[in-house]
């Protein structure tokens, strides 16, 4: 088993930023990715990121190119998500997951998921 706990959203004006933090423990080699998924207010959950645990290979989704930045640091075994220029679309519930996913951005392919944290941008 792999736990996950998120912290660090909150409110924030449009243009803002936040970062988000994933802490992970447990069985966490049985993990080669961790992502970043969001579901907003009525719709379905999306990607957002993700990351190769021990080579550091990264994909975004394309709405977030550019202003998200996703790192781990590999002594804490924690997974981090910069996000910069917020837009009020931005708004959403922030999942952290872990898995070996054969689709980086498939939310099926990942086994394990953290509770969510809110972010929401205000205009």
């Known amino acids: 088993q792999v736990q996950l706990v998120e912290s660090g959203g909150g409110l924030v004006q449009a243009g803002g930023s936040l970062r988000l933090s994933c802490a992970a423990s447990?069985?966490?080699?049985?993990?080669?990715?961790m992502g970043w998924f969001r579901r907003a207010p009525g719709k379905e959950r999306e990607f957002v990121a993700a990351?190769?645990?021990?080579?550091?290979?990264?994909v975004y989704a394309d709405s977030v190119k550019g202003r998200f930045t996703i790192s781990r640091d590999n002594a804490k075994i924690t997974m981090y998500l910069q996000m910069n220029s917020l837009k009020p679309e931005d708004t959403a519930v922030y999942y952290c997951?872990?898995?070996?996913?054969?689709?980086?951005?498939?939310?099926?392919?990942?086994?394990?998921w953290g509770q969510g944290t809110q972010v929401t941008v205000s205009s």
């Open positions: 997951a872990a898995g070996s996913p054969f689709a980086v951005g498939r939310e099926r392919d990942y086994n394990y």
């Open positions: 447990g069985r966490t080699f049985s993990s080669t990715y």
């Open positions: 990351i190769r645990w021990t080579v550091g290979s990264i």
